[in-house]
């Protein structure tokens, strides 16, 4: 049996794992959405507020890191190679494409160097009050169903129900000797740029 003598990586478990963090942010809006926000006592709520945190930072470094050791052995190859070539071209559609940090333009390569020197990994949070949260029709229905029964139409209407979700965008600090730095890197972004590169 011969042995590797460097990483072996999977592309295809590298994807998965962009979906992975994906889902969660995703995941998050609608388990906010259904949670009593006073109390987070719901099973899943519970759930997610155990998990989340661990699960993000794991997903974030394994992506980050296996992207970076890929490039690294990308570019080892010769540059005249079908699989240097290839990569070239899905690198450069990929940081053409898209932009996975908020106001700042850096390649995926360089969004995965911050992921994997940032000392502050901050996921932003919204508050909502749109209307939209499961108890905002609850409180709807027996506002309707009051006036129906006293007939009295001057029954003031339910304030929407204040929630707050994840905006899937996560705060990134550090710093590169003495200066400090700040990156928000768009998850959704960050996930269609791997995709990208990898297809």
């Not at 969660?24 to 926000?37: M, T």
């Not at 996930?191 to 297809?199: P, Q, Y």
Request: aromatic content about 8%; charged content about 30%.
């Amino acid at each position: 049996m011969e042995l590797p003598s460097k990483y072996v990586l999977d592309r295809e478990a590298i994807k998965l794992n962009a979906y992975r963090l994906l889902s969660h942010f995703y995941a998050n809006k609608e388990i906010a959405r259904q949670a009593d926000p006073d109390t987070r006592d719901d099973s899943i709520a519970i759930l997610e507020d155990n998990y989340f945190q661990r699960e993000m930072s794991r997903l974030l470094l394994e992506i980050a890191i296996s992207l970076r050791v890929l490039d690294d052995q990308m570019k080892k190859q010769d540059k005249l190679s079908e699989i240097r070539i290839a990569y070239d071209a899905a690198s450069e559609r990929a940081n053409h494409l898209h932009n996975c940090m908020m106001f700042d333009k850096m390649s995926l390569r360089e969004a995965c160097n911050k992921i994997i020197h940032a000392d502050v990994v901050e996921p932003h949070i919204r508050e909502s009050e749109d209307g939209s949260h499961k108890y905002d029709g609850y409180n709807w229905l027996g506002w309707s169903e009051a006036i129906e029964q006293s007939g009295d139409s001057n029954i003031p209407k339910p304030e929407p129900i204040k929630w707050k979700h994840l905006t899937n965008n996560i705060r990134l600090g550090g710093k590169k000797g003495k200066k400090q730095w700040w990156h928000l890197l768009e998850v959704p972004i960050f996930v269609r740029s791997i995709s990208e590169l990898l297809k």
